[in-house]
């Protein structure tokens, strides 16, 4: 059985999945090919979907939204929120002149059993869930027949509150009540680092009572005029210590309930785009609530086609867990190259290193690409990690505030060494302490970072590269940041990166097998 789901809403995606083998086919998302981020499916990602399929799928899978904005137009799917029986539509449809299944589930339940799915727990092992993110900030219980108990909401829309006290700030930000840019979230993440520990303030205080009740409707940034903190700066002192204590109130607000409701030593399943919170994530962690905990790497809306196709999955055959790669995504297409301004080499991975160790920025690609938002390794900007010049060089090329941290990628086997959490984290989504004064490119202005650490198996080309960069260095570490025009999702045909590279300065980049050194201009 084929089953092809497709998420509406933002971050649109079309995911395949071979129900027989309960494993995911691919997961394409609509921004990738240097698409602007967030976009909803285009008709590009219909086709490439479609292209990859050899017969017509036996069901058809469509993710809820709400009956406004993206998905206003789609007749018969499920609505955003619910998980009980009904929220469900079960039918059929007629594709090309054949009648396939149609099954659509809202959102919240793609958040479920995405997390579900994909996490590496036996099926029959009981779980805990917490979704939150835009509008979900709610804990539940999967049993080990699948039923799912709702536990809790702690606080509507957690992500929405969150990315709003970015906007407050921003004398840039000027729209209406209700919309944000989901780009601010992961903004105001960075600057928590610049804000000072101590209990609020008065002013603080206030702030967080506003923002704190579940009830709370869209907020207006015209209705805080009076605030101290609107228009003052997003790098104001006072406002990354107000974001800091925000940032812990949430998530104290949900530990606080976990502590109470969450007893019972379950692993806990994290999805929406507030897993992407790496700090936060790490809290979990050191909780001791949980026998362990899970992110996707596609945590946030990305992974909703996956998580309504597993859906769709246990409601045809009763299975909920699925075989699945990171590295599920568009493959990358070699289309025309320039070759005048280009020497080729064949790939020597000690050639590459020499030239990262000698602080040359490289870009690299490798296979298909990753699912979520976070390059892995494969759409990824390369550089050594002992500079901070490096780090403000990376920032400059890709056009981001200088606040912005800079990930580092390092082998699995050593990241006790260079770090202060011993454990694999292949999806970078925890963050650490940084143990090694050497890596200046990669800690952040409070001594973390948010490593992803990479085994021979995970992925073999870029454990190679790390292998050689240490044979060099002496440190298997490498800043690792996503291959993508500003704005958009990772670069995905070699005319693109051919321009970005010689728009931004890269010394040259690799594709599969083949080192792409750029000529130098002849004065």
């Not at 009648?99 to 995405?114: A, I, M």
């Not at 005048?340 to 020597?348: A, G, I, N, Y």
């Not at 941290?405 to 390092?410: N, W």
């Not at 870029?462 to 990772?490: E, I, M, R, Y």
Request: aromatic share 12%; proline share 6%; net charge neutral.
């Amino acid at each position: 059985m084929r089953i092809v789901s497709l998420n509406p809403g933002h971050d649109g995606a079309i995911a395949a999945l071979d129900a027989s083998a309960a494993e995911l086919i691919y997961s394409y998302e609509a921004e990738k090919d240097s698409f602007p981020r967030f976009s909803p499916i285009t008709p590009t990602t219909v086709l490439d979907a479609a292209g990859r399929l050899d017969a017509i799928p036996d069901v058809i899978a469509l993710g809820g939204w709400y009956k406004t904005g993206f998905a206003r137009n789609v007749s018969g799917a499920a609505d955003y929120c619910g998980i009980a029986a009904g929220s469900e539509v079960v039918g059929e449809k007629t594709i090309f002149g054949r009648k396939v299944h149609f099954y659509s589930s809202t959102h919240e339940r793609s958040h479920l059993w995405g997390s579900y799915g994909m996490s590496p727990f036996p099926a029959g092992m009981p779980c805990y869930a917490l979704i939150w993110e835009g509008d979900l900030g709610d804990f539940y219980e999967i049993n080990e027949c699948l039923q799912v108990v709702h536990l809790g909401k702690v606080t509507a829309g957690p992500g929405y509150k969150y990315a709003f006290l970015y906007a407050l700030a921003d004398p840039k930000f000027t729209l209406p009540k209700g919309p944000l840019r989901y780009k601010d979230a992961g903004k105001l993440m960075a600057l928590c680092a610049y804000g000072q520990t101590g209990s609020p303030d008065r002013d603080e205080q206030a702030l967080i009572d506003l923002l704190l009740p579940s009830d709370l409707d869209p907020l207006s940034k015209e209705n805080l005029r009076n605030s101290p903190y609107y228009n003052i700066g997003v790098t104001h002192q006072k406002f990354t210590n107000l974001a800091k204590r925000v940032s812990d109130a949430i998530f104290d607000s949900f530990h606080t309930f976990a502590k109470k409701n969450l007893t019972k030593g379950y692993p806990l399943l994290i999805s929406g785009g507030c897993g992407l919170n790496c700090e936060w994530n790490r809290r979990w962690l050191e909780t001791n609530l949980f026998s362990d905990v899970f992110i996707p790497p596609c945590t946030n809306d990305t992974g909703s086609a996956i998580g309504t196709a597993v859906d769709a999955m246990r409601h045809f055959t009763g299975n909920a867990k699925i075989k699945w790669n990171v590295y599920s995504g568009q493959p990358f297409i070699f289309d025309e190259l320039d070759w005048t301004e280009l020497e080729v080499h064949p790939l020597d991975y000690d050639q590459v290193a020499s030239a990262l160790f000698s602080d040359k920025v490289i870009g690299w690609v490798q296979g298909n690409c990753e699912i979520g938002p976070r390059a892995l390794g494969n759409r990824s900007i390369l550089a050594a990690p002992f500079s901070k010049a490096t780090h403000e060089r990376l920032n400059r090329i890709k056009k981001r505030e200088g606040f912005r941290p800079i990930a580092p990628v390092c082998l699995e086997e050593d990241v006790g060494v260079h770090f202060d959490l011993a454990r694999p984290s292949p999806y970078m989504l925890l963050f650490q302490k940084v143990l090694d004064s050497r890596l200046e490119a990669v800690t952040h202005v409070d001594g973390t970072a948010r490593a992803q650490t990479v085994s021979r198996v995970q992925n073999p080309h870029l454990f190679q590269l790390l292998t050689s960069f240490k044979a060099k260095s002496g440190a298997g570490v490498l800043c690792n940041t996503s291959l993508n025009f500003n704005g958009t999702g990772f670069i995905n045909r070699a005319s693109d990166l051919l321009t970005y590279a010689k728009a931004t300065g890269l010394h040259g980049f690799v594709i599969n097998d083949a080192f792409y050194l750029l000529k130098e201009p002849i004065v």
